[in-house]
């Protein structure tokens, strides 16, 4: 597996990966529409705050994520995505975490990598806590997704 730079090129690819209004939300929170276009990702992903990668694994397009600059001292994984669904429980998910990790590790003076997820998503979460992630039991917030509360959870580690 490996991670390599996000083009606009890749904005379609990533768009078919979303089927539909929950995963677009899982995905990426409040910040998409539904449906998800390409326009939407090219705008975000000219932030300079954001670092944005394609997933490849035994040379074909599985996924994406993001490295967000959160300050000069913390990297968040944002928008982690293994698309096929055939593909998730695999540990795909877990070395593309442990890769996004590795590119954080680099970056001057960065000592703390951030993510958000949602408390329903277990498999995340254990992904996530087995990389030695943390849940910050105060900084747990709460989105609205058609009429239903979900929590978000804030986890972090030390680099």
């Known amino acids: 597996m490996e991670l390599v730079p996000f083009g606009n090129n890749d904005a379609a690819q990533l768009c078919a990966w979303i089927p539909d209004a929950t995963a677009n939300f899982q995905w990426g929170g409040p910040a998409f529409a539904f449906p998800l276009t390409p326009e939407q990702i090219t705008t975000h992903i000219a932030r300079e705050e954001v670092t944005p990668y394609l997933v490849k694994h035994n040379q074909e397009a599985v996924g994406y994520i993001e490295l967000f600059r959160v300050s000069d001292n913390e990297y968040r994984l944002c928008r982690v995505l293994i698309a096929s669904p055939t593909q998730r429980g695999k540990g795909l998910g877990h070395q593309l975490v442990a890769l996004a990790l590795e590119k954080v590790r680099v970056i001057p003076n960065v000592y703390k990598a951030s993510l958000a997820v949602f408390a329903h998503n277990a498999a995340a979460i254990s992904c ?13 917030k709460t989105r609205f997704f058609n009429g239903e509360a979900w929590t978000l959870l804030r986890m972090e580690r030390w680099l």
């Open 128 to 140: 996530y806590s087995s990389l030695g992630f943390v849940v910050l039991p105060d900084h747990t």
